[in-house]
């Protein structure tokens, strides 16, 4: 077995498995077996749940080909779901990324993939498109800007008589980073 198909394989798993759940198992009022307060477990699919079917045909794949094959079966099912997930809610493409950026700011890009309902490598795209970081979807510009403000900051405290350990206590920065800011605008 390869470690690259191994881990593919499961990542397609954990998709499939967040987007099957809901739709194929429900607790069932109805089914209820008469007694008071008891409830069954109603499977609403005929056969097997996706992530299950693909699972143990991989584990019973012989080959690196077969489980090649089945990863590109799987993979294909997985956005044939995202695809039907999405024209249930109406929304596209666009909409989505604004969504993803909206809810998930903050949010690693594995737990924002479950949330959206799409992919890892979907979320860095959007948050990519979207001039965010990638990992955690904050702005990338954002980290940028506070920097720049607390070196300019320092600059002018040093014009008007400022030490380097006050400009550091007033600025809540280390003296290291502030004299390493006065150093480079020297």
């Known amino acids: 077995m390869n470690q690259h198909q191994d881990r593919e394989m499961a990542q397609i798993i954990a998709h499939l498995s967040l987007l099957s759940y809901g739709s194929t198992t ?4 109805s089914g209820t077996t008469g007694k008071p307060g008891s409830r069954i477990l109603h499977v609403a699919m005929l056969g097997e749940v ?4 693909y699972r143990d045909q991989y584990n ?3 080959t690196d080909h077969a ?3 089945i990863i590109t079966d799987a993979r294909r099912h997985l956005h044939r779901e995202i695809r039907q997930a999405e024209r249930k809610a109406g929304e596209d493409d666009a909409a989505a990324r604004k969504r993803c950026i909206k809810d998930c700011e903050g949010w690693p890009a594995q737990d924002a993939a479950g949330h959206m309902r799409r992919t890892t490598r979907w979320v860095i795209q959007a948050r990519k498109l979207e001039d965010r970081d990638a990992n955690t979807g904050h702005r ?6 506070r920097v720049e403000e607390w070196e300019i900051r320092a600059i ?3 014009e008007q008589g400022g030490t380097v ?3 550091a206590m007033r600025l809540g920065v280390s003296k290291s980073n502030i004299h390493r800011a006065l150093r480079r605008a020297a």
């Open 165 to 167: 350990r006050s400009i």
């Open 156 to 158: 002018e405290l040093q």
């Open 60 to 62: 019973s794949a012989a």
């Open 26 to 29: 429900a607790w069932n009022a």
């Open 50 to 53: 996706a992530h299950e079917h």
């Open 140 to 145: 990338q510009a954002a980290a940028l800007v």
């Open 67 to 69: 489980r090649d094959e």
